[in-house]
């Protein structure tokens, strides 16, 4: 078990580009999470998979964000157009079937500049 | 929107007393909370979680838990300087906890040795 991880670690990206983040989860987690977060707050919720259905997604999430995960499995998650206000780490987590054993990766800290 | 509020801090403590970081919640629906243990460039890390009005013990760590005022706390005993982190309460972001958290912004803790 290696744990959660995500790819890539650091991206820097221009303006109006889109980017794509990877998370491979826990093998025997069926659960998996996105959130964001900024420097002095805490991780804000974006998204979560259960197997590969989407079943949550935050109000606050814009269009350009999307989501997947193919064979419930590895996720991806996609940034069309990027704006300044989308800098920030991005956090992926996942957990068995109950959501009390979150483990969360290290993270894709995302620069637009 | 449900809400989480903490105290930013920094909440300084010497090395061997009680650490008290203190957590409300807006949902009184809310029926889990959790707190996760953040170290500076790090991703969360799960200390522990309460469902049940009261006391929950784990080690050095103590949840206490009281709905009818919507108020969670969690009590550091014997602290270290290994345990300056910033430390973020959660709640379930809709349904229960495997749906996502609403976390608030944390609280930051400095062990003075």
């Known amino acids: 078990d290696t744990g959660v991880s995500q790819d890539p670690r650091h991206k820097i990206t221009k303006r109006g580009q889109n980017v794509t983040f990877r998370c491979d989860p826990i093998?025997?987690?069926?659960?998996l999470y996105w959130y964001r977060q900024t420097l002095g707050q805490g991780p804000e919720f974006l998204t979560y998979f259960q197997n590969e259905a989407q079943l949550e997604k935050s109000r606050l999430l814009s269009d350009r964000f999307s989501a997947e995960r193919p064979k419930g499995s590895f996720s991806t998650l996609e940034i069309q157009r990027t704006e300044q206000g989308d800098s920030a780490m991005y956090l992926c987590?996942?957990?068995?079937?109950?959501?009390?054993?979150?483990?969360f990766g290290s993270g894709t800290r995302l620069t637009v500049v | 929107q449900k809400e989480v509020e903490q105290n930013s801090g920094p909440l300084s403590v010497p090395e061997g007393a009680i650490a008290s970081l203190n957590c409300t919640y807006s949902?009184?629906?809310?029926?889990?909370f959790f707190w996760y243990r953040q170290y500076s460039g790090k991703s969360p890390e799960l200390i522990m979680f309460i469902y049940s009005n009261g006391d929950k013990e784990d080690g050095r760590f103590t949840a206490q838990l009281n709905k009818a005022s919507q108020y969670v706390s969690l009590l550091i005993r014997d602290s270290q300087p290994s345990d300056s982190a910033t430390y973020l309460c959660a709640v379930p972001y809709s349904g229960g906890g495997a749906d996502g958290l609403t976390f608030g912004k944390g609280t930051h803790l400095i062990i003075q040795p």
């Open positions: 987590a996942s957990s068995s079937w109950d959501g009390y054993g979150y483990t």
């Open positions: 949902d009184r629906g809310s029926q889990s």
């Open positions: 093998s025997e987690h069926n659960r």
